[in-house]
């Protein structure tokens, strides 16, 4: 007797907003990645380093 490969799912629990709207229920799922957070410091640094090369050339 053969049996069935069996499917098993990780469960992940994310934090999620609900939204409900007239033409149905939207999930939205909050992460972030290590990708989005090296870009966002890089963009900080570099608005930084901007802001203070401005003001040292005064």
């Known amino acids: 007797m053969e049996t069935e490969p069996q499917v098993v799912v990780p469960i992940e629990i994310r934090e999620m907003t609900r939204v409900e709207t007239e033409k149905g229920n939207i999930h939205v799922i909050h992460e972030i990645t290590i990708g989005d957070l090296l870009v966002?410091?890089?963009l900080v640094a570099l608005l930084i380093f901007q802001v203070l090369s401005?003001?040292?050339?005064r």
Not at 54 to 57: A, C, T
């Open 40 to 42: 966002s410091m890089s």
């Open 54 to 57: 401005r003001v040292i050339r």
